[in-house]
């Protein structure tokens, strides 16, 4: 158990919705990052976030947006949701936001767009 | 930019023997490497990394990787598989300090016959 959690486990819904994934990272760490992993693409950097700051940006779509709360949750938003946006999105979690952090892994929020 | 290559879809070890999965990378500067494994519906769990120091880094459960920055690779060994080994194995790369974003590779499926 890494100490990140995640939810929902795994979210079903139609194209054209709306959806929010939530991350709690590991006690103490203040960055929090989402990925995107799918069959085509692979994991690919999505979004961090640093002590309630946006850090850095990496290929997330215009229809996706993230924020990171005062008590360092985050979420994840998702909209006019379409069927290539089925995929495993998961959250990391560590101390600071130099290079040689160590990233830690939660169990994942599998979303499936019908 | 940086970039990671896994340059073997899947490797293949009878129990008992040793395993090695291979990963080049590219980057300017100096590398920091991470080796995450992910078992079957699960999060990423990081195995080891290389920051600086001796080219042989040890980590979680009997893992070592070697290093070498001649030849921009950093393979994944261990000297006795064992069939409980059998997941998908990622490769991946930060920068220098300041941005902390994991570029991963396309991920090797081990698989470990008894």
């Known amino acids: 158990d890494s100490g990140v959690t995640q939810t929902p486990k795994h979210l079903i819904t139609a194209t054209g919705q709306r959806v929010t994934l939530r991350c709690s990272p590991r006690?103490?760490?203040?960055?929090v990052y989402w990925y995107q992993q799918s069959l085509d693409q692979g994991l690919q950097f999505l979004i961090q976030?640093?002590?309630?700051?946006?850090?850095a940006k990496g290929n997330i779509l215009e229809r996706f947006s993230a924020q990171q709360f005062p008590d360092l949750h985050s979420e994840l938003n998702l909209s006019s949701l379409e069927l290539g946006d089925s995929a495993l999105y998961f959250c990391?979690?560590?101390?600071?936001?130099?290079?040689?952090?160590?990233?830690?892994f939660g169990p994942g929020t599998r979303l499936t767009v019908l | 930019a940086q970039s990671v290559a896994q340059p073997e879809d899947q490797v293949n070890v009878a129990e008992g023997n040793p395993l090695t999965v291979k990963c080049t990378y590219s980057?300017?500067?100096?590398?920091?490497l991470f080796w995450y494994v992910q078992y079957p519906n699960r999060g990423l769990q990081f195995l080891l990394k290389y920051i600086t120091g001796d080219n042989l880094v040890k980590g979680s459960y009997g893992f070592e990787a070697e290093f070498n920055k001649s030849q921009t690779s950093f393979h994944l060994k261990k000297p006795s598989a064992l069939v409980s080994d059998s997941a998908l194995y990622f490769c991946a790369v930060s920068h220098y300090s300041g941005y902390s974003t994991l570029t991963f590779g396309k991920g090797t499926m081990l698989l470990v016959s008894p």
């Open positions: 980057v300017s500067g100096n590398p920091y």
């Open positions: 976030y640093y002590n309630g700051e946006e850090r």
């Open positions: 006690s103490g760490d203040l960055s």
């Open positions: 990391a979690s560590s101390g600071g936001f130099w290079g040689t952090d160590t990233q830690y």
